[in-house]
C-alpha cells in the first residue's frame, strides 16, 4: 500500500521515526489515524504507534527505549521541521501492547477506547516497520473485529448508556439543571 503524506515533512519524519526503531527490542511501527487513512492535511500530526509484546512491554530496558526516543526527538532537525507546519504538526507516538480489554461503561461512564484501540492500532494502521509476527497475529486475533457475542455485548451496553442519559433529561429541565440536562 502506498502511503500518501501530506507534506514531505511528515514523510522524512516517518522515516526517521522507523529508522530510529529499526533495530530496536520492538515489534513493529504503524502509521496510525489520519496519515494512515488518507486524511491528514499539512498541519495534521503525524500519528504512531509503537509496538511492543507484553513481554517486551514489562522489561525495564523498555523505559530507557523511550527515554533514548525522547532525546531524539528534541534534537533530530526533522522533527522540528515538521513542527513548523503548523500547531498541532508533530510526532505523537504512542507506545502500546496492543493489549485490548472492554470495560463496563457503568451507567454514567460512557465509552471506553475498545473499538477506537482496536481501529487505530490494528484495522486501520499501516505498517511501517515489522521487525516479529507480532502485528500479524493480532490482526489474525481482531480482524474481522471481533465475534459476534462481543459485539452484541458492546452494542447493549451502548444501548443501556444511551437510554439512561436520555432518560434524565426531562427531570434535570424540569428541576432548571440546565447543564446536567446538557450532558
Not at 45 to 53: A, P
Request: hydrophobic share 40%; charged share 25%.
Amino acid at each position: 500500500m502506498a502511503i500518501i503524506y501530506p507534506s514531505v515533512e511528515h514523510e522524512r519524519a516517518a522515516l526517521a521515526v522507523t529508522d530510529f526503531f529499526a533495530g530496536q527490542e520492538v515489534d513493529a511501527v504503524l502509521l496510525t489515524c489520519p496519515c494512515a487513512r488518507g486524511k491528514a492535511v499539512r498541519g495534521s500530526c503525524l500519528d504512531i504507534s509503537i509496538l511492543v509484546s507484553l513481554t517486551k512491554a514489562a522489561d525495564p530496558s523498555m523505559f530507557h527505549v523511550k527515554q533514548s526516543w525522547e532525546k531524539h526527538y528534541e534534537s533530530a532537525e526533522v522533527f522540528r521541521e515538521l513542527n513548523k507546519l503548523g500547531k498541532y504538526s508533530h510526532a505523537d507516538l504512542d507506545f502500546t501492547a496492543g493489549h485490548f480489554e472492554p470495560q463496563d461503561w457503568g451507567w454514567i461512564g460512557g465509552p471506553d477506547n475498545f473499538e477506537l484501540e482496536i481501529g487505530n492500532i490494528v484495522a486501520y494502521s499501516v505498517p511501517l516497520l515489522e521487525q516479529t509476527n507480532y502485528f500479524q497475529r493480532l490482526r489474525g486475533k481482531w480482524l474481522p473485529y471481533y465475534s459476534d457475542e462481543l459485539r452484541r455485548e458492546r452494542l447493549a451496553q451502548a444501548r443501556k448508556y444511551c437510554l439512561n442519559n436520555l432518560d434524565h433529561i426531562l427531570p434535570y429541565v424540569e428541576r432548571d439543571l440546565h447543564f446536567q440536562a446538557f450532558q
